[in-house]
């Protein structure tokens, strides 16, 4: 319930300003800013990530330790299928180019957490 | 980097145990409530009570948000999907919780339309897909959650979106914390504050715990270092006899909180006058309700809601548990009739919940005793 996940911003949505494309090791979804507006982070920003919304800005290394609180509680599965699960099944009405391997590309952090 | 045992600095959490341990009166006994259901999970899974000392006793609190929601609450949510033209939608972690006619899982084996969704703006895009039906989001959580179910709504008010209601169960942690420093059989020491709803309201809600109360409170991330570095910033402050508000968590906790996100609460959403807690009984103004503004996507305003109230089995003790009067193997039923298979309580539902904590650590050498055998 109250998972926080890191995830890294890729891209921008083209045509609704608070949303953006964003990446968790490597599992990559549309995530909700609108709870940051007043200091929107930009791509290649880190961020904490609940139920589908950015809650807070982090640095780089607080994500990766952030990763690895969640593995230590045993939530790495719980909390990858909360963000696979986001979006539903249909992710083509939201301005984010995604092309099959946008989903699936390995995160530059994904080895760091192992 | 390299990772130890999965923690971080093992060698600086064997060094905090042991202020820890010169931190501690050997004559007090402490009683430290940590307030989130997260923290709970994590002090069983890694066994944080075996390197403290016994005399500093953690006591759970009420931050588990599905395990204070009383059983009416569920009946009456399912009630309203009884209606075939409605979909039933909520988090995962609500979907195994018993209502008195079974969970909203065994309703879907019956034939309600009953959806996991991962974000409230899912079950929006529920509401978008499917114009024929009504998409009810059953909405639970502390002031962590509540910002994004406000911002969905008003997303759905801007749309026009006009199929699309919350079933709002929202509460707040302030009353909740207030409630049991009221409550005559609970005396605390000092309070473990929670990390991800302070990312939201920040650290000056506390305030008047550590003023008026002369309660320390030390807000804490979720890794074991963190907790005990929380541990040991309560000691030194009950040693020196203050009391005050400190963040642990700066990391990720600014101490004004998100104000984009209780802007936002504060648009769509306004307290009850009271709400029921399991456990606790009615608090007022503890919970949130949408405002007028935002009547049409008010599933309470829009459908006819029974109001059911279900006292819990008798023999289930969830609400001693739940104030910290009782330890969840003292309740007559943990691990017997009540197991994280079969949960009679709420408590045992959700990994946050301190009986399904303590039911799968309790019995395991934990993460601690094994850094402190590496680190001695």
């Keep these: 319930m109250c998972l926080a996940i890191p ?23 549309k995530v909700d800013l ?23 800005k982090i640095s780089e290394q607080d994500a990766i330790d952030q990763m690895n609180t969640l593995r230590a509680l045993g939530e790495i599965d719980g909390a990858m299928q909360e963000v696979e699960g986001y979006g539903l099944d249909d992710r083509d009405d939201d301005g984010i180019s995604d092309t099959a391997d946008d989903y699936r590309r390995p995160a530059a952090y994904k080895d760091r957490v192992s | 980097m390299k990772f130890v045992d999965e923690f971080r600095e093992p060698e600086v959490i064997t060094r905090t145990a042991e202020e820890i341990r010169r931190l501690a009166d050997p004559k007090r006994h402490y009683r430290l409530m940590e307030v989130c259901g997260g923290h709970t999970h994590a002090i069983y899974r890694f066994g944080l009570k075996d390197i403290l000392p016994e005399n500093i006793e953690l006591i759970h609190g009420p931050g588990c948000p599905v395990c204070v929601l009383p059983m009416g609450r569920i009946d009456d949510g399912l009630s309203i999907a009884q209606d075939p033209g409605v979909i039933f939608a909520a988090f995962g972690d609500m979907m195994r919780v018993p209502g008195r006619q079974g969970s909203p ?41 509540a910002p994004s179910t406000a911002l969905t709504i008003m997303r759905a008010k801007n749309e026009g979106l006009t199929n699309f209601s919350v079933f709002c169960n929202h509460v707040t942690i302030i009353p909740a914390i207030r409630a049991i420093l009221d409550s005559p059989d609970m005396r605390l020491d000092a309070f473990i ?25 030390v807000v804490s991330g979720f890794e074991p270092l963190d907790m005990l570095q929380s541990i040991v910033m309560i000691l030194r402050q009950l040693k020196a006899r203050e009391a005050k ?6 990391r990720v906790v600014p101490w004004e909180g998100n104000r984009a996100a209780l802007r936002a609460m504060a648009e769509v959403f306004q307290l009850r006058p009271y709400f029921e807690w399991r456990g606790l009984g ?14 049409q996507w008010d599933s309470e ?48 539902v959700s990994s946050e919940g301190s009986c399904a904590a303590y039911y799968n650590y309790e019995h395991r050498k934990t993460a601690m005793v094994n850094i402190l055998s590496q680190t001695a």
């Excluded at chain 1, 890729?10 to 990559?28: K, W, Y």
């Excluded at chain 2, 929670?194 to 008026?212: D, L």
């Excluded at chain 2, 508000?245 to 700066?250: D, G, H, I, L, S």
Aim: hydrophobic share 40%; aromatic share 8%; glycine share 8%.
């Design chain 1, 7 to 29: 995830g890294q911003i890729v891209e921008m949505s083209s045509d609704q300003p608070t949303a953006a494309l964003i990446d968790v090791v490597g599992v990559r979804r």
């Design chain 1, 34 to 56: 609108g709870l940051l507006q007043d200091d929107l982070p930009k791509p290649g920003d880190w961020v904490l990530i609940h139920v589908g919304f950015a809650m807070s």
């Design chain 2, 105 to 145: 899982l065994e309703h879907k084996a019956r034939g309600m339309d009953v959806r996991i969704v991962y974000s409230p703006s899912d079950a929006l895009k529920l509401a978008r897909n499917n114009p024929e039906k009504h998409v009810m989001f059953f909405a639970i959580g502390f002031e962590t959650t």
């Design chain 2, 193 to 217: 504050g929670p990390g991800h709803v302070s990312t939201v309201i920040g650290c000056r809600p506390y305030e008047w715990i550590a003023q008026n109360e002369k309660t320390p409170i």
């Design chain 2, 245 to 250: 508000v400190e963040n642990q968590y700066k």
């Design chain 2, 282 to 295: 009615f608090i007022s103004q503890s919970a949130l309700c949408l405002r007028d503004s935002y009547a």
């Design chain 2, 301 to 348: 305003q829009r459908f006819s809601v029974p109001g059911i109230r279900v006292t819990d089995p008798k023999a289930a003790q969830c609400g001693e548990v739940l104030k910290g009067v009782l330890k969840p193997h003292q309740c007559k039923l943990f691990g017997r009739e009540c197991t994280p298979e079969h949960p009679i309580g709420a408590l045992m």
